[in-house]
């Protein structure tokens, strides 16, 4: 008897021991790396020691990133984190996560080296999961490094998408009065309201923004291209719920001003989500029947890049009268190219090597907007005044942007010197690696700005206090225009680069991404030295 009361005893410590020692080894989340779990498929977190989330096309940026980290360790310096998904079954996402980062990295080392001021930039890459699905997780963990002396987080950027939960994990970051630049964010839901005197409706107290809204934009596009008619037009809007981006930029389009009478009604479609297709093509073959059977020969398309692609070859394919179009988009459409087939590039080609359908869009940047620009202001300036203008005739809109896109251009080919791998030489054309990159030249000037000595730490609230300094004397000078932040953080009358994707053959590519002009969203240059008028909408 007493053998069998000693077992069940025994069994029953060994039942107590697992479930006190093994059981929570047992239940704890998966460890991806530092700081970075295994949740719902993903890893989910924030690490700064060059660790690329299963992502092989930044395994080489992230890596460039944690030895930048090492480098200033000793010396004065704040934490920036970049927030942006970083896994995707979608290769043409992946790179355009890479062009990303490497605008982040050039951004960080220009910021840490270019006036060689304190603080520097520790940056650490926070994976919020696909569609910022999980960003509660990552948003609590930013907060308590806002709180950590060691940490020291002194503001958040990337956020690539104009999403709910986007807004979500921005307002909650700033409510704590975590400072947030959002570089790729372009959607009219996520800012704050400048009103005609000066003051602020502040949704989200110290969030800054480099990017025009989808009505900037879509004003921009409306001021290059001058008054079409009314019928010769036609929206196409994509009716998913959830996604900011496809819904105030069909509102911005709705909003141009044309002339004449009526055009067909707008047409919608409805995506299953920003990286799928499901019946979406189906969907567009009915739109592109429609559209043939109207007058329309210019569709505005408010939907992610993925649909724009679709949606243009189906037009293309569909036999109407010979007629080419022009499909209008907004900043997504910058990462369209890099999904391009050479079959899709001979389909938008059409017959005998005519274009049959042009995209054109609100590109944030291209880098050969500057150079372009000033040669067509220096013909006009010649031919007034007779000689070649120096760079003190010409307007410094212009010149400082053109100069501040040769840095960086100076910083890419140092960076091949040094023999840092970027994952491939970072490609300007898409406009990501230039938006990037002056967000945190943006976060850096706000940061030496902030510095009360050299051995001290700005906090926090204070640096978001110095997004509406960044105007005038003080205006930050972008590869991709002057950033000039109004008192809401929103950038006045930052232009765009109104870019086609050519089907025209182009090197290696069949096709190009050709800069066609500037676009003002109040229809005029930015004022000298940017001073931003009383009323700034």
């Known amino acids: 008897m007493w053998q069998r009361i000693l077992c069940a005893l025994l069994v029953a410590g060994a039942v107590t021991v697992f479930f006190w020692k093994v059981w929570p080894v047992i239940r704890a989340p998966e460890t991806c790396a530092s700081g970075v779990e295994r949740s719902g498929g993903e890893c989910i977190g924030v690490n700064a020691d060059g660790y690329d989330f299963g992502t092989a096309e930044i395994t080489d940026v992230a890596r460039a990133i944690a030895d930048e980290n090492a480098r200033i360790r000793d010396e004065p310096h704040v934490t920036v984190a970049m927030v ?182 707008a047409m919608s479609f409805e995506s299953p989500g920003i990286d799928r297709k499901g019946g979406t093509g189906n969907q567009f073959t009915d739109l592109a029947h429609n559209i043939c059977d109207s007058a329309a020969e210019t569709v505005y398309f408010a939907g992610r890049s993925l649909h724009l692609r679709m949606f243009a070859l189906k037009l293309a394919q569909t036999p109407c009268k010979d007629r080419h179009y022009t499909v209008v988009s907004g900043s997504d459409a910058a990462s369209l190219r890099q999904a391009m087939s050479a079959d899709d590039w001979e389909q938008l080609r059409g017959r005998g090597g005519m274009p049959k359908v042009t995209v054109r869009y609100a590109a944030p940047a291209h880098p050969d907007a500057w150079r372009r620009t000033l040669a067509e202001w220096d013909a006009k300036w010649k031919a007034r005044h007779h000689r070649t203008p120096t760079d003190e005739d010409r307007p410094a809109y212009l010149t400082e942007p053109r100069d501040a896109l040769r840095t960086l251009e100076e910083r890419i080919e140092e960076v091949r010197r040094d023999g840092v791998r970027l994952g491939g030489r970072p490609d300007l054309e898409d406009s990501r690696t230039i938006l990037v990159y002056d967000g945190l030249v943006t976060i850096g000037e706000a940061l030496h700005q902030a510095q009360g000595g050299a051995s001290t730490v700005p906090g926090r609230e204070r640096v978001g206090q110095q997004w509406a300094l960044l105007q005038s004397r003080h205006r930050v000078r972008g590869a991709s225009g002057w950033i000039c932040l109004t008192n809401g953080g929103n950038p006045y009358d930052k232009p765009v680069s109104v870019v086609e994707l050519d089907p025209a053959p182009g090197r290696n590519t069949g096709g190009r991404l050709k800069f066609v002009g500037l676009g003002w969203p109040t229809g005029r240059e930015q004022p000298e030295n940017c001073v931003i008028p009383g009323d700034p909408r």
């Open 84 to 265: 942006l998904p970083l896994q995707s079954d979608d290769a043409a996402t992946r790179r355009q996560m890479r062009s990303d980062l490497q605008g982040a990295y050039l951004g960080q080392r220009q910021a840490n080296r270019g006036k060689g001021e304190p603080p520097k930039i520790r940056l650490v890459l926070a994976n919020p999961g696909r569609g910022y699905g999980q960003h509660e997780k990552v948003v609590t963990r930013l907060l308590e490094m806002a709180d950590s002396s060691g940490d020291r987080l002194r503001a958040a950027t990337g956020f690539n998408l104009s999403l709910h939960e986007t807004r979500d994990a921005i307002a909650r970051l700033t409510r704590h009065r975590v400072p947030v630049l959002a570089s790729r964010i372009s959607s009219d839901t996520i800012t704050n309201v400048d009103s005609p005197d000066g003051t602020v409706k502040p949704l989200f107290p110290g969030l800054a923004r480099i990017l025009p809204t989808n009505h900037d934009a879509a004003d921009a596009l409306a001021d290059f291209h001058g008054g079409r008619q009314d019928e010769k037009t036609v929206l196409v809007f994509d009716k998913r719920s959830g996604d900011s981006y496809n819904q105030s930029l069909a509102k911005a389009f709705s909003g141009i001003e044309e002339e004449g009478p009526p055009g067909p009604r």
